[in-house]
T-cell receptor
Framework: DGGITQSPKYLFRKEGQNVTLSCEQN?????MYWYRQDPGQGLRLIYY???????QKGDIAEGYSVSREKKESFPLTVTSAQKNPTAFYLC??????????FGPGTRLTVL | SQELEQSPQSLIVQEGKNLTINCTSS?????LYWYKQKYGEGLIFLMM?????EEKSHEKITAKLDEKKQQSSLHITASQPSHAGIYLC???????????FGSGTKLNVKP
């Protein structure tokens, strides 16, 4: 089955800790995206990548980092520099100008 | 940056009633996408509109694109409880690299 997966579904982080959210797709899509969603709000773009080994900052990249070493994988690290990381994180992929396919999301909570 | 404004922010309708959600862009639309989200889940793609005047339908949901007004509307006919959720519009930017979302419309359908 082709699709996009995210893990874990729930993640808890202590103050000052870095955590990494996984995103994997087997759709052979070139582009991948990370979004953050806060309660009652839409999605805000954190980082995106059009090809392997290349990625660009979105509108709210501060406190986050990504890598794109493989076409199918685009992990997001939430660093201790991100002061308010509690949110729902969504990963997506697309090819060309077609629609984005979304993963099920990871809910991150700071303890 | 591109901004997408959705209205209304929330909507409660009686089952069987029709409703319309609007999405207005501050910049030229190169591609307008409608998604639906259940709380705590990923986004499900509904429809994509690219040309002015374009109209698409899927089951009881119809979306239109008014390019001159930089606006799209999503119309649900004879709403059902299964239509409940958050509806988000999204748009491509001129270089088709970044992607922006509106803040969403929360729909509740009362049986």
């Amino acid at each position: 089955d082709g699709g996009i997966t995210q893990s874990p579904k729930y993640l808890f982080r202590k103050e000052g800790q870095n955590v990494t959210l996984s995103c994997e797709q087997n759709l052979n899509h070139d582009a991948m995206y990370w979004y953050r969603q806060d309660p009652g709000q839409g999605l805000r773009l954190i980082y995106y990548s059009q090809i392997v080994n290349d990625f660009q900052k979105g509108d709210i990249a501060e406190g986050y980092s990504v890598s794109r070493e493989k076409k199918e994988s685009f992990p997001l690290t939430v660093t201790s520099a991100q002061k308010n990381p509690t949110a729902f994180y969504l990963c997506a992929s697309r090819t060309g100008g077609n629609e984005q396919f979304f993963g099920p999301g990871t809910r991150l909570t700071v303890l | 940056s591109q901004e997408l404004e959705q209205s209304p922010q929330s909507l409660i309708v009686q089952e069987g009633k029709n409703l319309t959600i609007n999405c207005t862009s501050s910049k030229t639309l190169y591609g307008l996408y409608w998604y639906k989200q259940k709380y705590g889940e990923g986004l499900i793609f509904l429809m994509m509109l690219q040309k002015g005047g374009e109209e698409k339908s899927h089951e009881k949901i119809t979306a239109k694109l008014d390019e001159k007004k930089q606006q799209s509307s999503l119309h649900i006919t004879a709403s059902q409880p299964s239509h409940a959720g958050i509806y988000l519009c999204g748009a491509d930017t001129a270089d088709f690299n970044k992607f922006y979302f509106g803040s969403g419309t929360k729909l509740n359908v009362k049986p």
